[in-house]
């Protein structure tokens, strides 16, 4: 009988759920001025799912997408939807995004669906507003300027993790790429935050969790038991107990926390933060340097592997570098800075590719924008893959072509290019991810050629990114390259 009643009050909590956020979506929906200038499009479907489906549905991501063509075409760059429960504005007009990113916490502040919030926690910095979010980034963008003075230890860690990984490519014929460069960087990032290396028993249960918690963050937010959402709030506790035990460890070590040079060391010593913050700040930090970082390197393995002469001109300039780098062992910055044509392929890849398709941001004031009005409360996505393939911006934008990037500097300053974001949320780790890349590039380039097994293996847009079958390529090593 109490099973029963169990079950009966999942059911009308689950019902009294959907009601609410029905009656939300209606009130949201048609409790504008109905004078207002709204942005053209149509509000298709229930309110609860909308367009929603239609906008997440997997396709390239070198590609727009179907919802995005039709309703670009119909309406223009900047249009209505209903997405994620809520009446949406779409931008893909660089210059509203630029102004959608450069007004936050004055006009719009981060309005992501409940799952994120829900995986993440309260205090990611993907959610956090105001002052709040200030001080957390501020801590993250201390973090990064200390790599800096670092770099040459630093840079050492990222080169021998990238070693390790291809040293295990010996007498290997084929490989899953996608599986093989999250190990690398995984490693990277565990390593610069925790010190912990692979083999590690806590490394490993780090990475077991946070498989469940990638899985958890773009399901549907319903919180029962052996739900993907329910695994990942799990998964997202288990892994801050495992960063709490270190902390532990470090807080009995008698001063020696100084010694060690790791993010958390820092995060530790300066005090800033509370504890749940510092946990909060270490899981943002792992996920925005083990999948994006990934998938970034991926895409541009995909096309190298089919281009010869892309690939021939990126390895001449890395054998330079290699003849030419100061010092004896690792490398440097002033050799990274060498690395031209490898930020070109990165530029190349982050606009093709689009590792980040789109953030949610919402209104919190009345918005009037090229004689459109937005009501309060209304959400507005800013899509950087709308821009980055418009072809009044970009000449051909679905031809991957890193020549493109000769004209501009090294930071990609093209218009529209926003693929780490803009504005007080830019990615902080942006050039991490920049110099993890080169790095692994300059060694991959040098020591093998590969050619990818299956032509129609492509980035997709899930909307997260990977590829369907993993990237599987034929890999051979390299004769010794001329000294």
């Known amino acids: 009988m109490s099973l029963l009643l169990h079950s009966f009050i999942l059911v009308v909590l689950v019902c009294l759920f959907f009601f609410l956020l029905f009656f ?12 207002s200038k709204l942005p053209p499009g149509s509000f298709a479907g229930c309110p609860l799912i909308g367009d929603t489906l239609s906008f997440i549905s997997p396709h390239i991501s070198s590609s727009k997408g179907r919802f995005l063509d039709i309703n670009i075409k119909r309406y223009g760059k900047i249009f209505r939807a209903h997405l994620f429960g809520y009446p949406t504005v779409v931008s893909c007009d660089a210059e509203f995004n630029s102004f959608i990113l450069q007004n936050e916490d004055r006009l719009f502040v981060a309005g992501y669906p409940k799952n994120i919030p829900g995986v993440l926690g309260d205090l990611t910095l993907l959610v956090v507003t105001g002052d709040t979010h200030k001080h957390i980034r501020g801590v993250a963008l201390n973090l990064f300027a200390a790599m800096r003075t670092r770099s040459s230890s630093f840079i050492s860690d990222i080169e021998c993790n990238a070693l390790r990984v291809m040293d295990s490519w010996k007498n290997r014929e084929k490989l899953v790429f996608c599986a093989e460069i999250r190990k690398f960087t995984f490693s990277v990032i565990v390593k610069q935050i925790l010190s912990l290396m692979p083999e590690d028993s806590e490394s490993t249960q780090i990475l077991q969790n946070f498989n469940t918690f990638m899985r958890g963050l773009v399901s549907v937010p319903i919180n029962l038991p052996g739900t993907p959402y329910a695994k990942a709030i799990q998964a997202n506790y288990r892994i801050k107990e495992i960063v709490r035990k270190i902390i532990r460890r470090r807080e009995k070590e008698d001063g020696k926390v100084e010694e060690r040079m790791d993010f958390l060391a820092i995060l530790l010593h300066q ?5 749940e913050e510092i946990l909060s700040l270490v899981l943002d930090l792992l996920l925005g340097g083990y999948e994006t970082t990934a998938m970034l390197i991926a895409i541009i393995v995909k096309f190298l592997g089919s281009d010869h002469k892309m690939l021939a001109e990126l390895r001449e300039e890395h054998l330079s570098v290699k003849q030419n780098k100061v010092g004896k062992e690792s490398l440097s910055l002033e050799d990274y800075k060498k690395m031209e044509f490898t930020q070109c392929l990165i530029n190349e890849a982050l606009r093709l590719g689009n590792v980040v398709k789109f953030v949610h941001r919402k209104a919190i004031k009345p918005i009037q924008y090229k004689g459109y009005e937005i009501p309060v409360g209304w959400k507005v996505l800013p899509v950087f893959s709308g821009v ?11 031809h991957f072509n890193p020549w493109r990037w000769e ?12 693929p780490f974001g803009g504005g007080k949320r830019m990615c902080p780790g942006s050039e991490l991810a920049r110099l993890e890349t080169s790095l692994f590039l300059h060694h991959l380039v040098l020591k093998f050629s590969w050619t990818p097994l299956m032509d129609e293996d492509l980035p997709m847009s899930f909307p997260y990114l990977d590829f369907k079958n993993g990237l599987q390529i034929a890999i051979q090593p390299l004769l010794q390259l001329r000294p």
């Open 24 to 35: 939300a979506s209606f009130q949201y929906i048609y409790g504008h001025n109905k004078n």
């Open 407 to 418: 004209k501009y500097d090294l930071n990609g300053n093209m218009r529209g290019f926003m």
């Open 388 to 398: 980055h393939l418009d072809p009044s911006l970009h000449p051909d934008p679905f």
């Open 271 to 275: 005090n800033e933060l509370s504890e």
